[in-house]
């Protein structure tokens, strides 16, 4: 029974080995995920006569990152990723002149070449809280909506893009806050959120609140020792 024991106790030794990095070691780590993303202060949208509720839109997000190793429990990330993100509204039916129309996919789109600075703390073999601040770049800002009418019987879609780059800051800021967990085969599974902390309209209307980005995020990654 003790043989029994210590070779558990080995075996759990290196498995809690193959979780953890040396200080002083670089690791990087390429991943790919999935946005849901929403701006505040945006609940409503006007749709003729109607008003559109607000909702989050999905989005990829592709990146790298380098992180060194300070202590055993303490890691410094920095790297670069591309978001999609942005904000949507619901489906909206509407009747006009008798005609039933319907106004679909109702969103902005946004991207950015996001910067985060990040520090993990290890709590339990691969197991990570992590937090820090994020510097993101604009690429492009597009107002997006698609109307289905009904004109004597027969369907007719017109789909709609407006380019709006002008009218967002070209700099945003945010705070990201996640839990991460690498698997044996160094596979990371990381949540994260990002806290929109700068506003992302360059003018705000009368009687208008600013708006901030404010993104939950999900990837997987891969981490490979330097």
Not at 13 to 34: D, L, V, W
Not at 77 to 101: H, P, R, V
Not at 157 to 178: A, L, R, Y
Request: glycine residues 8%; neutral net charge.
């Amino acid at each position: 029974m003790k043989k029994i024991l210590m070779m558990v106790a080995v075996l759990a030794t290196a498995i809690c080995a193959n979780a953890q990095y040396e200080p002083g070691t670089i690791s990087i780590q390429p991943y790919i995920g999935a946005n849901g993303a929403t701006l505040t202060n945006m609940e409503k949208f006007p749709v003729y006569d109607k008003m559109a509720d607000n909702q989050a839109i999905g989005g990829s997000v592709v990146g790298v990152d380098f992180e060194y190793q300070v202590t055993k429990f303490l890691g410094l990330s920095a790297g670069i990723n591309y978001s999609m993100q942005g904000t949507g509204w619901k489906d909206t039916k509407l009747t006009i002149d008798s005609e039933s129309m319907e106004c679909k996919d109702i969103k902005i789109e946004t991207g950015y070449f996001n910067i985060p600075v990040i520090a993990n703390i290890y709590l339990y073999k691969g197991l990570a809280i992590k937090g820090g601040v994020q510097f993101g770049f604009l690429t492009n800002a597009d107002f997006k909506y698609t109307e289905e009418a009904k004109i004597d019987s027969r369907k007719v879609t017109q789909n709609t893009s407006v380019e709006m780059k002008d009218d967002f800051k070209k700099v945003d800021i945010s705070i990201p806050i996640g839990i991460s967990y690498e698997f044996n085969n160094h596979l990371v599974l990381d949540a994260r959120y990002n806290l929109g902390l700068s506003k992302v309209n360059k003018v705000s209307e009368a009687g208008e609140k600013d708006s901030k980005n404010s993104v939950f995020r999900l990837t997987l990654g891969y981490k490979i020792g330097l």
